[in-house]
């Protein structure tokens, strides 16, 4: 198991590339199954949690070529089958819930673990069960496995109670080869749903109503094979934006839409940065005296929630107070505790946390808990005092491409490292 230690206080300065969105790419390789052609994907991130989406296909019967010289990858569907075994891998990433709608509409059943909950909530797939039975469908919840039925997918009305991006990416994924019409309401919004409306419209699909609260997809009898280059990933760049606030530096990050990072553009020129967009990108300028701010997470357009963690590191070093809610998951602050162990001032209020500002965190030994909690802690760590280690880094390697080299690249002091007594003590736990 790898770890990070981070030698703190550098200033960083230079340019950054951004990737494309992770989590645009992995309901977009979910959709290749609707195919029985041949999809690429461009300038496809490297991640762990895409190796793993790919290892669910290849489980599946798909051929799956990964080029990661030049970030292709290549999937071949033509010979899956609905019946062979994936459980693990279902269970070692909650997105592969994604294939779900993609299985039925091709198959008219699938069987999958059913996923559990993970350090950021409980999260719960009813959204997901609910559309896929308006569409006509059978749900079977049994021994931890979920089995989803229907002879033919018959497009209908569906209301979502709340905003899902899961639940509309798989009730999509459902209806686009469902008889007739579907429309479905109280959709979320988030620039990933048009990127993977966008694909699946260029396999043949027809999806209407990108960016706004309602969809309506007409049923197609068959998909083809499409070539496609996901957008840029926000949340990436999102994070690098905070890495020039809180190491008090100028960057230029190249690969942004500025329509989707809109709320955190707005957040952080609130504080006291100063942001200059051009085409593809934005310098930015952290060196300013920054000022504290609340936060509270929403769908989008709202303050996205993978921001969250990030925003807390960066808060927790500007004086004053500011507070943070978190609407969208019930414990997405697991962060906290690791934060206070570099010295951050923060105290928990239900679902607020108020931050009191302090001059420098100091660096300590942390934990990743989760994807973006582990980013927090790499963002704390470039700005602390000292020597900062963070183990359990397999969670940041689940949605960040080589972030210690981008950040090494413009300055920053971040190695990886090998920590051999983990991987026995894992052994020792796994016999
Ligand atoms: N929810 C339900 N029922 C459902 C589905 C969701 O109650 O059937 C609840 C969840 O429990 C949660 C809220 O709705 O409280 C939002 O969940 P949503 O379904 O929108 O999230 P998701 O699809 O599970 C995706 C991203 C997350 C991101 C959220 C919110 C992917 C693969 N994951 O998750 O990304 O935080 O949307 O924007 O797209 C990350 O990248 O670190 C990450 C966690």
Not at 279 to 285: C, E, K, P, S, V
Not at 334 to 350: T, V, W
């Amino acid at each position: 198991m790898d770890k990070f230690i981070i030698k703190g206080g550098n200033t960083l300065s230079g340019e950054v590339e951004i990737s494309s969105a992770k989590n645009a790419v992995l309901p977009i390789i979910a959709a290749t199954i609707l195919s029985g052609d041949k999809c690429t994907i461009l300038n496809c991130p490297m991640l762990l949690d895409v190796y793993v989406i790919c290892d669910v296909l290849r489980s599946l019967g798909a051929k799956v070529e990964i080029e990661s010289k030049n970030s292709t990858v290549n999937i071949d569907t033509s010979n899956l089958s609905d019946n062979k075994p994936c459980g693990d891998l279902v269970r070692k990433m909650r997105g592969s819930f994604l294939i779900m709608g993609a299985m039925i509409s091709r198959f008219g059943s699938f069987k999958i673990s059913l996923p559990g909950g993970c350090n950021i909530g409980t999260r719960p797939i009813d959204l997901h069960l609910k559309g896929f039975k308006a569409l006509g469908a059978k749900v079977k919840i049994d021994h931890g496995y979920v089995q989803v039925s229907a002879e033919k997918l018959i497009g209908d009305k569906i209301y979502l109670d709340y905003p899902s991006v899961g639940a509309t990416e798989n009730i999509i994924m459902a209806s686009v080869l469902a008889k007739g019409e579907t429309i479905i309401e109280n959709v979320a919004q988030e620039p990933e749903i048009g990127d993977l409306i966008n694909f699946l419209n260029k396999m043949g699909a027809k999806v209407k109503g990108i960016g706004t609260d309602t969809l309506k997809v007409t049923g197609v009898e068959y998909l083809h094979g499409a070539k496609h280059r996901p957008i840029y990933d926000r949340i990436e760049a999102g994070t690098f934006m905070i890495a020039a606030g809180i190491t008090r530096s100028k960057m230029k990050i190249n690969g942004i839409n500025h329509e989707h990072i809109k709320p955190v553009i707005a957040k952080l020129s609130e504080m006291g940065m100063d942001i200059q967009l051009y085409n593809n990108g934005l310098i930015i300028d952290g060196r300013n005296e920054l000022k504290p701010i609340d936060i509270k997470t929403m769908p989008y357009p709202g303050f996205p929630t993978d921001m969250q963690p990030q925003m807390m590191s960066l808060l927790s070093c500007v004086l004053g107070t500011s507070v943070v809610t978190e609407t969208i998951f019930e414990n997405r602050f697991m962060h906290i505790a690791e934060l206070k162990r570099m010295g951050a001032n923060i105290k928990i209020d239900g679902r607020s946390a108020v931050i009191e500002g302090i001059n420098k965190l100091t660096g300590a030994q942390v934990k990743a808990t989760d994807l973006r909690a582990g980013a927090a802690l790499i963002l704390a760590g470039l700005e602390s005092d000292g020597e900062t280690e963070i183990v359990d880094i397999y969670h940041i390697d689940r949605g960040y491409s080589g972030i210690e080299k981008k950040l090494g690249l413009l300055g920053a002091e971040i190695k990886r490292v090998k920590d051999s007594s983990l991987d026995e003590e894992l052994k020792v736990k796994n016999q």
